[in-house]
């Protein structure tokens, strides 16, 4: 069960994992992508952004991993699965606490 309290999701790829947007991943994202977080909601991304976006939610389990790693575990079965989570994942990390 995934700790929303901390920002985690779980999500089955190669095998059960956790996304989770700390700092450092939404540091990530914006290098990679070439946009500010905040300017997210604006912007058409693509294969290449979601892929992106799934790496930088995994790199606190694994430094290691690649983006390629990543996209190997997602094909057109799993995509809307994987962008849902990407969604909740992102969600939970960015709402402001009440």
């Given at each position: 069960?995934a700790?929303?309290?901390?920002?985690?999701?779980?999500?089955?790829?190669?095998?059960?994992?956790?996304?989770r947007?700390?700092?450092?991943?939404?540091?990530?994202i914006?290098?990679?992508?070439?946009?500010?977080?905040?300017e997210?909601?604006?912007?058409?991304?693509?294969?290449?952004?979601?892929?992106?976006?799934?790496?930088?939610?995994?790199i606190?389990?694994?430094?290691?991993?690649?983006?390629?790693?990543?996209?190997?575990?997602?094909?057109?079965?799993?995509?809307?699965?994987?962008?849902?989570k990407i969604?909740?994942?992102?969600?939970?990390?960015?709402?402001?606490?009440?």
């Open positions: 069960m700790n929303k309290q901390r920002g985690f999701v779980d999500i089955e790829l190669d095998r059960p994992r956790k996304l947007y700390t700092l450092n991943a939404l540091a990530e914006e290098d990679k992508i070439g946009v500010s977080v905040t997210l909601g604006e912007t058409n991304l693509g294969i290449k952004s979601i892929r992106t976006f799934l790496w930088a939610g995994l606190h389990e694994d430094t290691n991993l690649t983006e390629k790693d990543v996209g190997d575990w997602v094909d057109f079965e799993n995509l809307e699965y994987v962008q849902r969604a909740e994942a992102f969600e939970t990390a960015t709402r402001k606490n009440d």
